[in-house]
């Protein structure tokens, strides 16, 4: 240590040259902290460059970029040769001097909100899908993403000039992504569609958002699966429709349960090939019967199916659109199940005379996505990687899945009721007995693990307890023990 030295804050000061943050970045962090700490006074002079680079054993320039961030972030002044001082008064005084005189005030009138806003404040929101939590739900396994493809695809997209894809008039999305969708749909989900029959939007909640716009007046009765996924209600609660919820059972939707109040709907939502969360699929009778329903009443049908190219011991059944021959389906499907939800891109299948029609919504209502992320998935698609990936991804998760529903009869088989999982990234187990499965949830992220209550993605009777428990994204070694947590969780509860 330098003898001459006289600071004595820097040994505090740690840097971590194989960290994500720069060193000037880190350095800057500190000194700020130990400022508004009181460690180092207010008015001091700093150490000179040279001096606290020597010390830190980084270079000059490092120290120089610190002391500049400090300037810019008003903690730091000073010039060239007179040295850099500490500000006497900090950013964080004028914070409180313009945040002190101003009381905390009631509205002088009561708020108004639109009849829909209030409905919308009385739904439950789910919690957000976090990453590093185990066993969580609709997470697909990131660490076996195609990472080499995606990069080699980005790469190309940003090394070719010009950038033609930059054209904002594909509000419907990129051509040559359009012709991808439609193409995997035609050969890998026997759908049969034009490429100018999709339409790509930046989320699931985003489709539905639109499609209220579009279709629905308010008022507009809306039949959607109890349990299911409650952004998907509020999406359509926020459009002013009338909610009609309807009980799902191991065979999907059942027309024999709607009563008199469905006679009038314009719509109602399904999800025949993987029902979230219960996990069940629509069989071939009450896809028929559902059409025939729909076209007695002249309503529409959505078809979400947000995990038909992951599925891992079924074998698939007709979709409700390739059954359609009224041209009154409308199918919903994403990539970020495969993927990542964090891709964010959705597409839909409209029918013909609605593409139009949706292009102008989409231009009134909504954004688009980034073309270079069209481009990227476009490019990935061509190559074939997507369903090599789904390919692999099938064996992986069977796997995960096998060791899922083994460690949960093993622990908790005595307690909850475990299905074989048949398809999607997850499965709900039923309790078995009363039990507070919103609580159980809530001390369970305590200890890592993300398995969200059944009673949460209720609408009605929401005294039947279960829970959501997903592989996807959760390595095979750490399955087991995870349900072990929870199980321990659940036996302190």
Request: charged fraction near 20%.
């Amino acid at each position: 240590m330098n003898a001459s030295f006289n600071y004595p804050f820097w040994n505090t000061i740690a840097v971590a040259s194989d960290g994500l943050e720069p060193l000037f970045d880190q350095i800057a962090g500190q000194i700020r902290a130990l400022v508004v700490a009181g460690a180092i006074p207010r008015g001091m002079r700093l150490p000179p460059s040279r001096q606290l680079a020597d010390e830190l054993g980084v270079s000059r320039s490092t120290i120089v970029l610190a002391y500049n961030r400090l300037k810019t972030e008003g903690y730091a002044h000073g010039r060239t040769g007179a040295g850099t001082y500490i500000e006497k008064d900090l950013p964080e005084d004028l914070h409180r001097r313009i945040g002190e005189p101003a009381p905390a005030l009631p509205p002088r009138h009561p708020r108004v909100l639109a009849a829909r806003g209030s409905a919308l404040m009385g739904l439950p929101l789910p919690s957000e899908r976090e990453l590093g939590y185990d066993l969580s739900p609709l997470l697909p396994a990131l660490d076996e993403l195609p990472f080499a493809d995606i990069r080699r695809s980005t790469a190309e997209y940003w090394g070719s000039e010009p950038w033609p894809q930059f054209n904002f008039s594909e509000r419907l999305g990129l051509p040559a992504l359009r012709q991808q969708i439609a193409k995997y749909l035609g050969e890998y989900e026997g759908i049969p569609c034009r490429a100018e029959q999709i339409a790509v939007v930046a989320s699931t909640t985003q489709a539905f958002i639109l499609l209220a716009q579009l279709l629905l007046d308010p008022g507009d009765g809306v039949l959607i699966e109890d349990p299911g996924y409650p952004t998907r209600v509020a999406a359509l609660v926020a459009n002013g429709a009338r909610i009609l919820p309807q009980c799902v059972d191991q065979e999907g939707l059942s027309v024999d349960r709607f009563g008199p109040e469905t006679d009038d709907a314009r719509m109602v939502i399904a999800s025949p090939t993987n029902q979230f969360p219960y996990g069940s699929t629509m069989s071939m009778e009450r896809r028929l019967s559902l059409l025939a329903w729909a076209r007695a009443r002249n309503a529409w049908v959505v078809e979400y199916d947000y995990s038909s190219p992951i599925g891992i011991n079924r074998q698939p059944l007709p979709s409700l659109l390739s059954l359609d021959a009224d041209q009154r389906v409308i199918f919903i499907g994403n990539i970020n199940r495969i993927f990542s939800p964090s891709l964010g891109l959705t597409y839909l299948v409209l029918p013909p005379d609605l593409v139009d029609l949706f292009y102008r919504a989409k231009l009134v209502f909504s954004c688009y996505l980034p073309p270079p992320l069209q481009q990227m998935v476009a490019d990935i698609m061509g190559r074939g990687v997507l369903a090599k990936h789904v390919r692999r991804m099938r064996l992986i998760y069977r796997e995960r899945a096998t060791i899922l529903v083994d460690a949960l009869r093993q622990a908790l088989g005595d307690r909850l009721l475990i299905p074989d999982v048949t398809a999607g990234l997850h499965l709900s187990a039923h309790a078995l007995g009363p039990l507070d499965d919103a609580a159980i949830t809530d001390a369970a992220r305590q200890r890592g693990i993300d398995a969200p209550a059944l009673s949460r993605y209720r609408l009605q009777d929401r005294t039947a307890a279960g829970f959501v428990f997903g592989f996807g994204n959760t390595a095979p070694e750490r399955i087991a023990p995870a349900v072990r947590r929870f199980a321990e969780t659940m036996a302190a509860a």
